[in-house]
């Protein structure tokens, strides 16, 4: 009983800042803002009427998508090479390719905007892309490193036994088993780029909007709108979400992904 | 050359070292074609280790793996005709069990001659889908490896994957014919033949996750055989089984063996699973080999105590070889069939339970008092204690506890071996007048007991060998002392020198006690108590000689 009671203020902390908030999300993505009352649609009509939006969420998902892509191209070869112990003596190296996350990130970005500036680097796409999987490697590196790291050695030794060469046992064996880390790894990335704000405006002096810049530029009293952006970007999540538990299964424990 | 063909598989000085740690030390073994060949030994004993050497996973310090006579010693794993069954079975996890077995068949490749278009001569890759099919008897004809693969088509041959097949499937709608290609057809077949092979037809489908240990070890043997490898190493294959288990696989793979008729290599450490399975038997110890043989002969004739104490159960107890054919066991004379000791030779004596015969007083050899006898299932298993020495004996009829009876031994059931150590006669470091250094052990000893003529003055430590002053410091020498020399003290810190039990031999009465220090030498030592085995403890000597001294700058 003690024991369970250690947990009631998390719970209430959850049920404060957490549910109610997501209740309320929801709520105000249905209500009309003008008179207060309940309006399935009227929201998502006053988005679609929105010039913007719409170019905001082909930016976001190309943003999304390449930055997701760039991060595991980078982030494979790096965690992989990192479980591997000649190159990860204690773990220092896996260290320092997870500092960049103890500065802060906006700190980073002015840096980086600087260094463009510098070398005459086009503020824009490029650039934020740029930001995005600078911000967000970590992300991807954690949990396939976790993944790879758990990857038991006499697979391998299997493979090469069968007559698998060393590339064909990393494509045949290694990267179907570390699955779970990709899939973590992407969702890891690909929602919280698409969402987040600030590194876009640095990194494109403000020309460029992700979903993120959009609802920080609504003014306050479009909250309705906001939620429903809000909601749409939810219902994002859940299916990335869906996906991610599809392929890590029940051997999520096992895998070693992050969820 | 000549005499090399019929051993597919040879070892030749092979070393493996970790560091400075050697955990193969210089092995040579010949292994036929298409036998069972078992190593047996207890674990860290260097077994796994050379299997692994002949799979390719651990390459050789030194020495050469030679397979058909050709050294394979540095050839990566993937490019050795052989195959493994892992001791953890190492099913892939993210494919059931019809892809586990074909993933090797799916990478077979073979080199074939062709042509480059300005007309050089090449050599290409075959996969496994193209290769060609023999018109005449429908199959993928293997011998065509290294020769010219076009002048292969013109002759008609056809690629694997292009040749139609029709096969029986199950629909929805029932049995159905179907038509196939080659390839498809090939990989189907195989597995299925594997499958049927290890007993688990119609399980193709199946998630490797959800079957039992026993049937993930058929699958991982189906995986490997599936590739026809001339040799199957198999690294404890049962170690994960549960009894029953194990005795049934056991026959299985004998069974297995005698219809592919391919060499299997067999690691264990089940002394009862290599007996059954075996035609040879290589027991190892300390990364060398200690006999090898076939069961009956590690059994009967055994080649040292630690042999015999390792295979099955046995009496193992210390004798006078008097003269030729006569042999004196625990004070009472025996006959026996061994010539060629020497007299009065130490030696050390094997009988195995069963083949003492329990009789009455006076038609013994020796007698003795029964001590206890216990029904064990057929025999029954006794202990009858003579001069002090235990006889473990098994017997099919029973004798009551407290009688006298008279043991005999038929003369050619008594296993004769030269003692491998008689004692410790290892070599020293002197570090002072009254000290001396045995493998990083510093020994306090006074002088005039271990030199004649000799005075010592303690306190000017002034030392005199036949008047003549002499300082003993940085000199080598040589002390011997015997088995019951050495007390050994649970408390490692209350001795100059310490280890670890490595093994230890019950001679009836005491144990001889195989003491390794951290530097990987070994002391003797005899004890009445029983230690176990990697016990750290303290060697103490009470009394030693002198063997020789170095004479030194």
Redo the contacts between chains.
Sequence with gaps: MFKKSLAIPYALFMAIFVLLPLVLVLVFAFIDATDGSFDMLINFKELAKEQALGKVIGNSLIAGFSTSALCLLIGYPIAYYLTKTEFNKKGVMIGLFLAPMWVNFLLRMMATKAVFNVIGFKMGMGAVIFGLTYEFLPYMIMPLYNTILKI?K??I??????????I??FW??TV??S?PGIVSGLTMVMIPSITTFAVTEIMSNGKMMLLGDFIYSLKADSLNMAAAISFILLIFMCASMFISNKYTGD?GSKGGGLW | MENNKEYIIQLQGLTKQYGSKTVVNNINLNIEKGQFVTFLGPSGCGKTTTLRMI???EIPTEGKVLFDGMDIAKL???KRP???V?Q?Y?????LNVFNNIA??LK???IEVACKKKNGEDTTKQVKLKNFLVDPATGKPDFSIANKDYYSYIDKGYVPLCKVKKEVNKMTKKGRVKKEVNGYKYYIDEKVRRALKIVGLSDYETRDVDSLSGGQQQRVAIA??IV?EPKVLLLDEPLGALDLKMRQEMQIELKEMHKKLGITFIYVTHDQEEALTMSDTVVVMKDGTILQEGSPIDIYNEPRTAYVADFIGESNILDGVMIEDYKVNIVGAEFKCVDAGFGENTPVDIVIRPEDIEVKSKENGIITGVIQWCRFRGVPYEMMCECNGFEFTIHSTIEAPIGKEVGLYVAPENIQIMYKEHVDNTVPVTFTSNTTFDLYGGEYEFNPTEIFANCNYDSEQDVLTIDGEEKTLKGQEAQVRFAFTDIDMTDDEYAAPLAGNVDSMIYKGKNYIVDIKTDDNHHIYADTEYLWDKGDRIGIKIDKFELVSVKEGE
Aim: hydrophobic share 40%.
């Design positions: 038991d006499c697979y030794e299997g493979a090469s036994d069968l007559g698998a060469t060393p064909r046992a045949k064996v179907p088993l699955m051997n | 799979a390719g996973f990566p794993p993937h052989v195959n493994t892992f953890k190492a099913l892939f996890p993210h993933f090797g990478l077979k490749k995986r490997a590739n």
